[in-house]
Structure formats: C-alpha cells, structure tokens
C-alpha cells in the first residue's frame, strides 16, 4: 500500500524515531512497533492481506469513526487510518494515517 502520513509527527516518528511534538511523545517500544506497523502496511497489498494477520488486529471502526481503520501497535495503542482504492491499470491503495491513539482513552 502506499501510505501518506496526515500529521507531521507520524512522518517523524516514522522516520527519525522521535518527534519535535511535545505533546506526542511515546515510549520507544511503542515507536518501535509504530515503525514495524508502518513497514507491514507498505509491505502488503491491500487490507486483505492485513485481515490474515491476525497480531494486528485489523478492524473497520465504528460509530463516531465510521470510515476509519485501525491497527493495533501494541494493547494500549493503534494506528488509525483512512483506505482509499483507486482504480486504474492497478489498484493502489492509498493508507492515510491519521492517529496513533491510545485505544482506552
């Protein structure tokens, strides 16, 4: 898939292992797992494929989040994203990342 990061600090957490974002600071472990959440969602071809895994815990959200996704990074956390598929000669799902969330808050 391809993904697209919709806030700046994903994009650094991804990249840099931190984040000039003082209000979105994690634990390295949880950055740790951000980043090998992010790598399998680029790794897979569409949310098919991620519906196999099942340490994911790939859902389709409810209620106020209708039309959002989520994985799991670890039991507290998840990455929320939006999936749109464009059709073409191929289709490329697009992932847009919206969130790292604490999924009990």
Known sequence: MVVLFEKEY???L???EKTTDKKHRFQ???IAKYIRCVDILIGVPNTKALCKMN???YEVL???KKGISSIRVNEKYRIEFIVTEEETETIVTVCSIIELSNHYK
């Open 10 to 12: 994903l994009k650094e």
């Open 14 to 16: 991804y990249e840099t």
């Open 28 to 30: 390295p472990q949880v």
């Open 55 to 57: 340490a994911l815990n």
């Open 62 to 64: 409810k209620g106020d």
